[in-house]
């Protein structure tokens, strides 16, 4: 695996050097050595300006702009250049251009206008790949190849012709002949049956529900295109600069990309986050976003390649970041594995359609308050250093599974749209957050040695070596919980024999007679214990088998009396099955139960803004301390502050948006503090 060259804690920005003076580059440089800006991302929508027409190059003005980076010291993340076609390649070739889902090109003006499947991109983004890899491979400034830009971020699918011959040589690929295909895909429902490759086009607007194999399908091969796309760039790199480590910039939990095959295919992860500053819970769906990203490569540190210093500039009202916001969410990042903090971009847009997003370097300069904070982070992250490199310690991980995620999203014939697949991983994740437990991700298929506990909000596509996996991982000590509408069909869209839960019914030791969806507006409850659960959107009619622990019922309705939530020993550990959707007070109740059975610490003071995490060298122990929110808190922790070198033994306090980071031998209990003080505001029901 080949490293990023930089021997910090990365921190700065994207950098477009191309649209400003060489005098204000020497400003620039200036201003980022006073910040303590260690790397920067660059050319990365330059292809215009590198090559102004085909094969004509110049590369002088960017020559002079990594040279004086190198001179200052600062590293540099190199982008192919590849994120856009400059217009005279698509006025050339318009046929490369993508297509919507009713047929319409879709006009240059913007970015990425590009069909991934497209033979002439392809064709000459290996060719600008190998230019600039030949150009700058020994480039003495050079940290890592950053490859593209956000794929998917506005083209992830495309439906035009030349999508349709690529789905049809990938669906060949899959199945073999048509006599395959036609079994996969059920054809026999309503007269689908295909008697040429021919026929079978990209799942355009139709007169009516399309085929719901054809969809997923669709939904897997216009992931593996982009990833053939992205191979393309990479397969050049290794063979012209084999040591330099290559990257693509993630966007989080991306539905429309999976992102275990891209992370297998490079060598760091990288990510662009921006919480929503209008939101003041968007830190608990970041976590679960960093908690995904460091999983992606087994726990390994990821990078932050791009966040917001304010505002941004592409939701409908974009609300400015509170003073201290800055800090707290950048080192929210670094808490959960990041080894970099980096915002788009170091100094802002005169012009364009990101002028009003903030940056680093906002339009007043070194006066505006963006430069003045995120100047002072960079000083702190060198605080940080000992942090660098060390892992996030959890012992509980969530299940994320594309097939699932895109199969119960995109169907239209489903028992209801109210059960969407990332609502319940977010509604989950957000339980366990509450309860203090750091959270990470891992596929259906495991590995889950490194956890005591294993959520799967939502299996509804399973096959038997997910079962397999999940069945040895209860045997041999771990506590699964599974979600509502899970092991309902297979990996074609054929319901299970015997129905819903499929493969894990001998596991989970149930059967779901019927999904039993509700209106809207209509709640059903379920009694648990001594207390009274609220259920919405969705429930199932449940039985459960002799040796199956029933741990809450259903309290009213047609489902009086029938299980809602159940519990297996099987082995050393236990499997729960939880057959409703839950308001976030349900979840909690729940999810203590499983935390106290797998012998895990939960919260007894549950409070949305108080987070802590724990990275470690096996050595030494790290654990950041964060507030979020607006009014002070205070924990009950031990261990040294490494930004501010107090030593703490019992009582920490933390003023609004304030972090602590704490020294402390390692042990082998995770670090658990607790909250001695709780935001009244936002104190949420236990």
Request: charged share 25%.
């Amino acid at each position: 695996m080949r490293e990023v060259r930089i021997d910090s804690l990365a921190f700065g920005g994207d950098y477009n050097p191309d649209q400003w003076s060489e005098e204000t580059w020497l400003e620039d440089i200036r201003l980022m050595k006073e910040a303590g800006v260690t790397m920067v991302s660059l050319p990365i929508f330059s292809w215009p300006q590198i090559e102004p027409e085909p094969g004509v190059y110049d590369w002088g003005w960017l020559d002079r702009i990594l040279d004086l980076l190198h001179e200052a010291g600062i590293r540099i993340d190199l982008a192919t250049a590849t994120a856009t076609p400059p217009s005279w390649l698509l006025r050339a070739h318009p046929e490369m251009g993508p297509s919507d889902s009713e047929g319409h090109r879709l006009e240059f003006g913007s970015r990425q206008t590009y069909c991934p499947s497209s033979p002439i991109w392809r064709e000459n983004v290996a060719r600008m790949t190998r230019a600039m890899a030949e150009r700058y491979g020994e480039h003495p400034g050079l940290a890592m190849w950053h490859i593209s830009n956000e794929y998917g971020d506005h083209v992830s699918r495309c439906w035009c012709d030349e999508s349709a011959r690529h789905f049809r040589r990938w669906l060949q690929d899959r199945y073999g002949d048509l006599d395959g295909l036609n079994e996969a895909w059920g054809v026999n429902v309503w007269g689908q049956r295909y008697t040429s490759w021919d026929h079978i086009a990209t799942p355009k607007k139709a007169p009516g529900p399309i085929n719901p194999t054809q969809l997923l399908d669709f939904e897997r091969f216009s992931s593996d295109a982009m990833l053939e796309l992205f191979q393309l760039e990479i397969d050049v790199l290794r063979e012209v600069t084999p040591d330099i480590a290559v990257t693509t910039n993630f966007m989080s939990m991306l539905r429309d990309l999976n992102y275990w095959d891209f992370a297998a295919a490079e060598d760091i992860v990288t990510d662009d986050a921006y919480p929503e500053p209008a939101d003041p819970t968007a830190h608990v769906g970041a976590a679960l976003n960093y908690g995904y990203m460091r999983s992606l490569k087994g726990g390994r540190p990821w990078l932050l390649l791009e966040s917001s210093a304010s505002a941004t500039s592409w939701r409908d009202i974009n609300v400015p970041k509170a003073p201290g916001k800055i800090r707290v969410e950048s080192l929210q990042t670094v808490a959960h594995g990041s080894d970099a903090v980096m915002f788009f971009q170091w100094r802002q847009a005169k012009y364009g359609q990101e002028k009003f997003h903030s940056s680093m370097l906002g339009h007043r300069g070194e006066r505006s308050r963006s430069y003045q904070e995120t100047k002072a982070l960079g000083l702190e992250l060198k605080k940080l250093e000992p942090v660098r490199g060390t892992r996030v310690r959890s012992r509980v991980a969530l299940v994320i599974d594309h097939d699932s995620w895109w199969g119960s999203t995109q169907i239209e014939s489903l028992p209801s749209q109210r059960l969407q697949w990332a609502q319940q991983a977010r509604a989950w994740h957000r339980g366990m957050y509450s309860l203090g437990q750091p959270v990470d991700a891992v596929r259906a298929t495991g590995p889950f040695d490194e956890y005591d506990v294993v959520i799967a909000p939502n299996l509804y596509i399973l096959e038997q070596p997910q079962a397999d996996a999940l069945r040895a991982f209860v045997e041999n000590g771990g506590h699964l919980v599974v979600g509502p509408f899970s092991g309902v069909v297979d990996a074609t869209e054929k319901v299970h024999d015997g129905g819903a839960p499929g493969p894990l019914r001998d596991l989970l030791g149930v059967e779901v007679d019927e999904q039993w969806p509700l209106s809207d507006g209509e709640t059903t409850g379920i009694r648990y214990g001594d207390r009274d659960l609220v259920v919405p959107h969705w429930s199932e009619w449940l039985e459960a088998d002799g040796d199956t622990e029933v741990r809450g019922g259903y309290a009213g309705g047609v489902l009086d009396g029938l299980p809602a939530i159940t519990r297996r020993r099987v082995g050393d550990g236990t499997a729960w099955y939880v057959s409703a959707m839950f308001q976030h007070e349900g979840l909690l109740t729940v999810f203590r139960d499983v935390l106290d059975t797998a012998g895990l610490p939960a919260r007894a003071d549950v409070d949305v803004n108080a987070e802590a995490v724990t990275r470690t060298d096996g050595d030494t122990d790290y654990t950041f301390l964060l507030n979020h929110g607006a009014e002070p808190i205070a924990w009950n922790a031990h261990g040294t502050d490494l930004l501010t070198g107090t030593a703490h033994d019992g009582r920490v306090d933390l003023g609004p948006y304030g972090v602590a980071v704490l020294a402390a031998p390692s042990t082998s209990d995770i670090p658990f503090p607790e909250l001695l003080t709780a935001t009244a505001s936002v104190k949420e029901q236990a």
